[in-house]
């Protein structure tokens, strides 16, 4: 049973955009950085955006997260076919004293 | 090129045992924290463990506290990962990565390997 709560599914057309909440609490979210991780069908997770709002190097800027109070949101600008995937956002919990994963959310291109 | 390679995944029966290990490639073990992630077929992602480089500090899920082992050898640049008890439910594609992040706060997974698959059952 996941601490943060993500939507099962978000979907739009290409070139549109989407955006995926991460709501948290005070003990984890709300004090902590949070992270991004796409997983692409059948592939191991990769990371998107770390630090709230930092991007790896290879990261189009088409991705970008941010975050407010207990809540953390990421969005996809210019939907691509390859951006279909599932989304975690993911950070550390101070009272559970564990890193903590969202529930996912499969971005679906129409 | 930055690579980990898991294995030691297997078929194994309840209350069995197995190690699974993590190779590093392209960097250099040392100087990282690691941790292990799962994730159970048709699942989310699961973090279970975590050790610092010096091993001075290990995290485990308590889904995992008790039965599951992590520990490294910075010398053979490898992570390791021993599981006793093993049940139906530790049925997961467990993957090993690399920490970042200056404290727990900042705390983030940066490269992370293919991921081995584990299947407990009778």
């Known amino acids: 049973q996941s601490v943060l709560t993500q939507p099962p599914s978000v979907s739009a057309a290409p070139g549109q955009k989407v955006t995926i909440s991460c709501s948290g609490s005070s003990s984890n979210v709300g004090n902590n950085y949070v992270s991004w991780y796409q997983q692409l069908s059948g592939t191991a997770p990769k990371l998107l955006i770390y630090?709230?709002?930092n991007r790896p190097s290879g990261i189009p800027d088409r991705f970008a997260g941010s975050k407010s109070g207990t809540s953390a949101t990421l969005g996809i600008t210019g939907l691509q076919t390859g951006d279909e995937a599932d989304y975690y956002c993911?950070?550390?919990?101070?009272?559970?004293?564990?890193?903590?994963f969202g529930t996912g959310t499969k971005v679906t291109v129409l | 090129e930055v690579l980990l390679v898991e294995s030691g995944g297997d078929l194994i029966q309840p209350g069995g045992s197995l190690r699974l290990s993590c190779a590093a490639s392209?960097?250099?073990?040392?100087?990282?924290?690691m941790n292990w992630v799962r994730q159970a077929p048709g699942k989310g992602l699961e973090w279970f463990s975590y050790?610092?480089?010096?091993?001075?500090?290990?995290y485990y899920a308590d889904s995992v506290k008790g039965r599951f082992t992590i520990s490294r050898d910075n010398a053979k640049n490898s992570l390791f990962l021993q599981m006793n008890s093993l049940r139906v439910e530790d049925t997961a594609i467990y993957y090993c990565?690399?920490?970042?992040?200056?404290?727990?706060?900042?705390?983030?997974?940066?490269?992370w390997g293919k991921g081995t698959t584990v299947t407990v059952s009778s």
């Open positions: 392209g960097f250099t073990l040392y100087g990282y924290s």
């Open positions: 630090e709230n709002n």
């Open positions: 990565a690399r920490v970042r992040g200056s404290g727990m706060s900042y705390y983030y997974m940066d490269v």
């Open positions: 993911g950070t550390w919990d101070s009272s559970l004293t564990a890193y903590v």
């Open positions: 050790i610092t480089s010096s091993t001075s500090t290990i």
